[in-house]
């Protein structure tokens, strides 16, 4: 069984999600290939993508929050779609010759912009497989709507499915497996394990910080104010790729001679080990970082959101009683202050976890789709479908 995974590098939960769907599977015998389709129909589009993103996202907020809103609210859809069309039809005649050489059992995409291409070669025949999309938010991307002949489409959680059908989306199409993440924070490990992997005490409240794959926000400034509120944390500072972060947080640590322990890391790859150690996360509310806090039954403090799609993860985690938001009028210390001092807070915050997470979805959409590529291999013949349809069948007054 062949299955391809299609992604668009634009931050790296896309990519994430990929990867993990990719190994799961793997373990269960499947060939997989994980492409950036940008990448392979123009180089050039896809670093203009990836540098597009991180550019307006982080240095031009307030526009890039224009343009998501404009899009969600303009029911024009060939005005939205425009530019998006015009380069998925383009690509679309070269991406087939790469379907037609791996010949996929099924597609599924972790990028909308993946998926619409997706969408207009099933809509021209060019592709068979299944298709299933993944929206990798507790929202719906204003151009998942326009995505019109996908197999499925995966999303986070129930309780979005009122709102996709708002949008135009048919129930009957939505999957509400929930996003999903690597089957590593599916795994249960104790606290003191995980304090005794990183060399920390089990016994003290511990703190885990992260900026965000692309750097976002001033960990500094936040591990300095975690400091200032003199409680004693344990601080697990995670910089990623940011060199700058690493090096300032290096320097504040060696500095620091308060009551906190402060353990600065840069790129690490035990991130379920440090959420299984942490009494909360304070981070930037990327969807696949949230997903893998809410399968820890990690406690959220959220910080500099990105505008659109990551505003609506805010949105969707507070009305659900999971996080609380950092505002200048609501500052961090404020904010630990709360969650640390209010036993049934805490208490609340891990019961809503337990009921709305979706720590099982990756297993839940490797086994649909190859359920569906089993389904599509096998056909029920028509003869066999005839007899169970009369042995089935109430019996007719002449029978009796």
Not at 81 to 90: A, P, Y
Not at 162 to 181: D, Q, S, W, Y
Not at 336 to 352: C, D, G, I, K, W
């Amino acid at each position: 069984m062949k299955i391809l995974l299609l992604t668009v590098t634009a931050g790296y939960g896309h990519h994430a999600t990929a990867k993990a769907l990719a190994d799961l599977f793997e373990e269960k015998g499947a060939e997989t290939k994980i492409i950036d389709i940008y990448e392979y129909i123009s180089k050039m589009i896809q670093k203009a993508l990836a540098k597009g993103y991180l550019l307006s996202s982080k240095y031009t907020p307030e526009l890039y929050r224009l343009f998501y809103d404009k899009t969600t609210k303009n029911k024009e859809k060939l005005n939205k779609m425009n530019i998006v069309k015009i380069v998925n039809t383009l690509g679309a005649f070269k991406f087939e010759h790469f379907v037609d050489d791996f010949e996929p059992d099924a597609i599924v995409c972790t990028h909308v912009l993946a998926a619409h291409l997706v969408s207009q070669m099933k809509q021209r025949d060019m592709v068979a497989a299944p298709s299933i999309g993944i929206v990798t938010d507790y929202c719906i991307h204003p151009y998942w709507e326009d995505v019109l002949h996908m197999d499925g489409l995966v999303t986070a959680s129930e309780l979005i499915t009122h709102t996709a059908v708002k949008r135009g989306i048919p129930k009957e199409r939505i999957l509400p497996f929930g996003i999903p993440i690597h089957p590593k924070f599916n795994r249960e490990i104790t606290r003191e394990d995980a304090c005794a992997q990183l060399g920390i005490s089990p016994d003290r409240s511990t703190i885990l910080v992260m900026s965000g794959s692309m750097g976002y926000g001033n960990s500094t400034k936040i591990v300095r104010k975690i400091t200032e509120l003199g409680m004693d944390f344990q601080i697990l500072a995670v910089c990623g790729n940011n060199k700058r972060t690493y090096h300032r947080l290096c320097s504040f640590q060696a500095e620091y001679q308060g009551t906190c322990s402060v353990h600065v890391m840069g790129f690490v790859d035990n991130v379920e080990v440090l959420m299984s150690a942490a009494d909360c996360i304070i981070t930037k509310p990327g969807g696949l970082t949230v997903s893998e806090a809410i399968a820890k039954g990690l406690p959220m403090i959220l910080i500099n959101p990105i505008p659109g799609q990551e505003e609506r993860n805010v949105e969707f985690l507070m009305n659900n009683g999971i996080a609380s938001r950092v505002t200048k009028t609501f500052p961090l210390d404020d904010a630990l202050y709360h969650l640390f001092h209010s036993p049934v807070r805490l208490r609340t915050v891990h019961e809503t976890i337990r009921a709305i997470g979706h720590p099982d979805a990756a297993e839940r959409l490797v086994n649909y789709v190859m359920e569906l590529v089993y389904t599509k291999r096998n056909p029920l013949p028509e003869a066999t479908a005839d007899a169970d349809t009369e042995d089935t069948a109430e019996p007719s007054l002449e029978d009796a």
